[in-house]
């Protein structure tokens, strides 16, 4: 099992101090934006009764098989319950989404505006997030919220018929193929639990660059400018776009954010793949296929995927996969696994192209 000590504090400015000046959370109508998610997700592929039932149940009972293999892989979580996960539709998935993003940016701290302005914002950020889910939950398959659930200490959710057609469109085995996305998502669900300071410290990271990037508006735009044409040369890169219209201290919290969200799909990839042998004999074709349905699809879905930050999420993966690999190869798994001791042992973005960096840091 992973060493894993309380943390030493996260890097940055306090943004939990109350402001009168302030209040908390994002300016979203979080009910309009579950109902336009819902109103406008596709419908799942047809399929009948005694299909969807079947699936349905392997997939609940395979999140808890997956989690085994997780543990065996990473040494984490000894102790730990192993539970199923929830399998729902894709308008399931999208309320829990929202529901989710809610919970995760409540920590944020915005200026105070009028009413009217801020109902205004709400509605139209209500009804973007909701355009943004619809278009999402018609290909997620998996995801654990850290924030979901009815406690709200964490849910892992399986989208049946976004798997059921993934699995029909790589034309790999149904057994094989759930599974294997069981792998990935028990990995992250093992992440959050098994390192008790990882959902504190990613939900303050996270309010404490909202509260900044917000506040700090007029900059941003005036950023704007040279941001656009950074933007063009970077050949749409929206991740881009973000990190050139954020300031220094912006900047080191983005920074830190996309390491760790790095850190967590990279490691996650490395695990599915790395127990996938042992337990999904079609391992290998699916991850063949699944790689090419990753950067597929046709002008408009690669422009909406780039828009939204699919392609920068899919390099994640890759950086974050070679890591792990590398510091797995180089240290054992033991070794990678003081990247879960505190925020302080976490990689930094240029640690994470430079594993040996790191690994000499932690020695």
Not at 191 to 209: C, D, I, N, S, Y
Request: with cysteine.
């Amino acid at each position: 099992m992973a060493e894993v000590n309380a943390p030493t504090g996260s890097a940055g400015a306090d943004v939990s101090a109350p402001d009168p000046d302030t209040v908390s959370g994002l300016p979203v109508n979080w009910g309009l934006a579950r109902r336009t998610a819902a109103r406008l997700v596709p419908a799942g592929p047809p399929v009948s009764a005694a299909v969807a039932t079947e699936l349905v149940e392997r997939l609940r009972k395979d999140a808890a098989v997956a989690e085994g293999h997780v543990r065996a892989v990473t040494r984490m979580g000894e102790g730990l319950p192993l539970l199923p996960a929830d399998v729902v539709d894709r308008p399931a998935w999208a309320a829990a989404a929202v529901d989710g993003m809610a919970e995760l940016t409540a920590g944020a701290r915005l200026p105070r505006t009028a009413r009217a302005a801020r109902a205004v914002t709400s509605t139209t950020s209500g009804l973007q997030i909701g355009g943004v889910l619809a278009f999402v939950g018609a290909r997620v398959l998996g995801q654990y919220d850290p924030f979901g659930g009815p406690a709200k200490d964490g849910r892992l959710l399986l989208v049946a018929p976004n798997v059921y057609a993934a699995q029909q469109a790589l034309d790999v085995p149904s057994e094989d193929f759930g599974l294997w996305v069981c792998l990935h998502e028990a990995t992250h669900r093992l992440q959050f639990t098994a390192v008790p300071w990882l959902r504190e410290h990613f939900a303050a990271e996270v309010g404490r660059f909202l509260s900044m990037s917000t506040a700090n508006g007029s900059a941003m735009i005036e950023r704007l400018p040279e941001a656009v044409r950074a933007f063009k040369e970077a050949k749409g890169d929206s991740l881009a776009l973000v990190e050139l219209l954020q300031g220094p201290e912006q900047r080191a919290v983005l920074d830190r954010l996309i390491a760790l969200t790095t850190l967590l799909e990279g490691h996650a990839d490395h695990v599915m793949d790395a127990a996938g042998p042992e337990v999904v004999p079609t391992v290998e074709t699916i991850r063949a296929r699944f790689t090419v349905r990753r950067r597929g699809g046709g002008i408009v879905d690669r422009v909406l995927r780039a828009l939204l930050g699919v392609e920068a999420k899919v390099k994640q993966y890759a950086v974050g996969s070679a890591f792990t690999t590398h510091v797995v190869g180089a240290a054992g798994m033991d070794g990678f696994n003081k990247v879960w001791n505190s925020p302080n042992t976490l990689p930094t973005r240029a640690e994470l192209a430079a594993p040996d960096q790191w690994l000499a840091r932690v020695a």
